[in-house]
């Protein structure tokens, strides 16, 4: 890969990801301080990534996808903790408000960017507790 060239991470990559993290962290290989190191991430579970998926991610693109996926989720729990007129679909996993409700919060928050949070259980287990309340 030439240097500077970008990396995206496609949503077979982050799906494998954040199983993987998930089971690192139910397999105990966090530190004291909820965290999985360097060498940890890299022989345990970017290896599997990329034989799982066939990619070549680093660590460098490992923390750059955490990074991401933790903002995701810091958005989510902003938008469910803080906003009143939410409610929240258990099947669909969206959150639901009228159009007037959303037209309010886009405008005070416009970075947020809203999908289905297919994955919102199991980024409570990555990052519940490492979120800023």
């Known amino acids: ?25 139910n397999r105990g290989l966090c530190d004291s301080s909820g965290i999985i190191n360097k060498a940890t991430v890299e ?30 989720y810091n958005s989510y729990v902003d938008l469910q903790r803080n906003s009143s ?14 159009e007037e409700v959303w037209q309010g919060y886009l405008k005070a928050h416009p970075n947020h960017q809203y999908s289905a949070m297919t994955h919102m259980n199991r980024f409570e287990i990555i990052f519940d507790g490492t979120t800023a309340n």
């Open 85 to 98: 007129g939410f409610g929240w679909d258990f099947g669909t996993k969206r959150f639901t408000a009228s």
């Open 1 to 25: 890969m030439e240097k500077g060239k970008y990396n995206s991470c496609t949503q077979d990559e982050t799906k494998v990801l954040i199983e993987l993290f998930v089971e690192g962290i």
């Open 43 to 72: 022989n345990k579970i970017l290896q599997v990534l990329n034989e799982r998926v066939g990619c070549q991610k680093l660590h460098k693109h490992y923390q750059s996808r955490i990074k991401f996926l933790k903002n995701l």
